[in-house]
């Protein structure tokens, strides 16, 4: 190897080292924009409003029969049970099974 050649990987290596040294800042800049902006900056503007005044004081999240909150509820309905499920027949669905060792292994077994 002559030593232009050798010059010239020097060169090389010198410019992809400052690339990924630039990669490696970029990545860390990024990184800290978003932290900043997700935990920071938003939780500070996030407002949160009710489309319908009855839906104020609802509940916005599931709870097991424990009393452990669960997801949060992305869609509401309003109306008296009795009407709620009248709507969810006419539209054609139904009410959901009861939870029992019969319905349990059914869905085991549709998922494996």
Do not use: C
């Not at 978003?34 to 500070?44: D, G, K, M, Q, W």
């Not at 839906?55 to 997801?71: L, R, S």
Request: aromatic content about 6%; overall charge positive.
């Amino acid at each position: 190897m002559t030593s232009s050649e050798r010059a010239s990987a020097v060169r090389r290596e010198h410019r992809l080292r400052r690339l990924m040294a630039r990669a490696g800042d970029t990545t860390a800049g990024l990184l800290a924009l978003y932290v900043v902006t997700a935990y920071l900056l938003l939780p500070l503007v996030w407002r949160h409003f009710d489309h319908h005044p009855v839906m104020a004081e609802a509940p916005k999240t599931t709870y097991t029969t424990d009393g452990i909150p669960g997801d949060p509820l992305n869609a509401a309905l309003i109306g008296s049970q009795d009407e709620v499920v009248a709507a969810m027949l006419a539209a054609g669905w139904f009410p959901a099974d009861r939870t029992t060792l019969r319905s349990s292994i059914r869905i085991a077994a549709s998922v494996v």
